[in-house]
């Protein structure tokens, strides 16, 4: 697959504390691949590919939070923005092992500061393209407001809102952005989705 833009950093979240998981959700296997391996396979072909706060990976750079402690997806969006050095984020989680390639890159192929899927009327911020606007209002959120949440930086922002209409025309239904963050719902996943299929080894 062809990258749809030249300066795309598609980086990866995988410093959750996994709390509800038990264990480190990257390692968590779907149909017998860790998550973290699945993600990164499926998009490979999209940009340049970073670990955020998570386990080391072989010619995947893995880059720290800059903040100690855990701040959260905000934090790991921070650091991705400061690493990509005016690049554009796709910004996703290591617990959604459906991502889909296509989305990610249509998604990056719109305009807007921050280009965000709407799903029942929420805003799936783990599964988005972030450009460099959002890094100074990530980082001032980080550092005085005390609201750590990546949804805050939307009301700072450009956003382009992609509703259900636009992404079930790409062939989304949700898969995306379906987080498996406990041990049953892989299970459910696998009875709703089947395995994910594998592209090529990261």
Known sequence: ?????PDLVVAVLAGGASRRMGRDKASVPVGGVPMLERVLDELA???ERIVVGGPGHEEI?????????????LAGLEAALSW?????????????????????????????DAVVPIDRDHPQ???AVYRPACLPVARALLEGSGRTSVRAVLGAVDVNEV??????AWGEDGRSWFSIDTP?????????FGAPPLRSTP
Request: glycine share 8%; charged share 20%.
């Open 1 to 5: 697959m062809a990258i749809p833009h």
């Open 45 to 47: 072909g999209v940009g």
């Open 61 to 73: 750079p893995c880059i720290p939070d800059l903040r100690s402690g855990r701040r959260g997806p």
């Open 84 to 112: 990509a050095d005016g690049r554009d984020v796709a910004l996703v989680a290591v617990d959604q092992p459906y991502v889909r390639a296509a989305t990610v890159t249509a998604l990056a192929n719109l305009p807007g």
């Open 125 to 127: 911020v783990t599964c």
């Open 163 to 168: 509703t259900d209409d636009l992404w079930r």
């Open 184 to 192: 049953s719902a892989v299970d459910d996943a696998l009875a709703r």
